[in-house]
Nanobody
Framework: QVQLVESGGGLVQAGGSLRLACAAS????????MAWFRQAPGKEREFAAA???????NYTGSVKGRFTISRDNAKNTVFLQMNSLKPEDTAVYYC????????????????WGQGTQVTVSS
């Protein structure tokens, strides 16, 4: 059983930056594809970024060039550096893990963190 704990959310003004972290325990971190999803109020959960176990990285179009996902397998942690934040980035951000190759579909992820709130004011 894998446990995921997110941190780093908060309130920031538009144009600012935040760095989210997700610490994993209970599994072999390097064998998991790690991803960040987000869910805004009244909307469905959507894919933001993923870093596969084989090193493949992908982003949803709206965050490309602004967000950077990275992972430290020695520390069992995945990060999401978010720059040039916009009010539309406001959401609860969830870390997720799956024991398989890359996927952008939330239904294919096996483990989830509790989420961390990111609020971007205009």
């Amino acid at each position: 059983q894998v446990q995921l704990v997110e941190s780093g959310g908060g309130l920031v003004q538009a144009g600012g930056s935040l760095r989210l972290a997700c610490a994993a325990s209970g599994g072999t971190f390097s064998t998991y594809t790690m991803a960040w999803f987000r869910q805004a109020p009244g909307k469905e959960r959507e894919f933001a970024a993923a870093f596969s176990r084989n090193g493949y990285i992908n982003y949803t179009g709206s965050v490309k060039g602004r967000f950077t996902i990275s992972r430290d397998n020695a520390k069992n942690t995945v990060f999401l550096q978010m720059n040039s934040l916009k009010p539309e980035d406001t959401a609860v951000y969830y870390c997720a893990a799956r024991m398989g190759s890359y996927s952008g579909s939330y239904s294919l992820y096996d483990y989830w963190g509790q989420g961390t709130q990111v609020t971007v004011s205009s």
